[in-house]
């Protein structure tokens, strides 16, 4: 079955509370946990354009993550990725990860991107991704993000080790250690104003 990721808006709001569900689910099932979340703070992240949807050909949801930002966005995280039952094991969560990856970077092309896992499979894409392991002192200290953590069963060994230890490995990815994919979207950018100009020119 043919499946289309869209960077998700308002109209993608009748997927909220399915999206929310599939979210407490998925995280039961890990035995992890992230801070709960309601169908209205999944619809204001679709009308900000911060969250990325799959949706299989028949209408059924597929996927979805979306964007948080902290410490004034210098920090961002990709949140909240979830893939429906039937369409585990197709490549999908690479797919969304990667399109929700190129737009965090797209909104917010300076901050640091930041994830923390115990998922094997997570680790391994964001790792294609550029992104490096890091302690968790390099993360945001933003205390509403540390605060997510309370729905996790281990975060009694988070806050035991002052929140700089538990058993997720934090993940980061800094714009600043990839200058080439930076100076690549300038010549892009160059290469588009140029073409602009020659047309222009060309009218007159």
Partial sequence: MKIEIFVADESHS?????????????????????AKRTPEYIIEKMKDHKGVIAIAEDGTLAGFSYIETWSHTKFVANSGLIVAHQFRKSGLARRIK?????????????????????????????????????????????????????????????????????????????????????????IITKGIKNIGSAIIKGLK
């Avoid at 929310?20 to 995280?27: F, G, K, P, W």
């Avoid at 200058?179 to 300038?186: F, H, M, S, T, V």
Wanted: charged share 25%; proline share 5%.
């Fill in 98 to 186: 990667h399109r929700i990856f190129e737009l965090s970077r797209e909104m917010f092309p300076y901050a640091k991107i930041f994830s923390i896992t115990t998922g094997l499979a997570v680790m391994k894409i964001n790792t294609e991704l550029g992104y490096h392991p890091v302690p968790f002192s390099e993360l945001t200290d933003d205390k509403e993000f540390w605060a997510g953590c309370q729905g996790c069963r281990n975060f009694d060994i988070l806050q035991r080790n002052n929140y700089k230890m538990c058993l997720c490995t934090a993940l980061l990815y800094d714009p600043a250690e990839h200058p080439k994919e930076k100076d690549k979207g300038n």
């Fill in 14 to 34: 009748k997927y909220a509370k399915e999206i929310v569900d599939l979210m407490y689910i998925s995280a039961q099932e890990r035995g992890t946990g992230i």
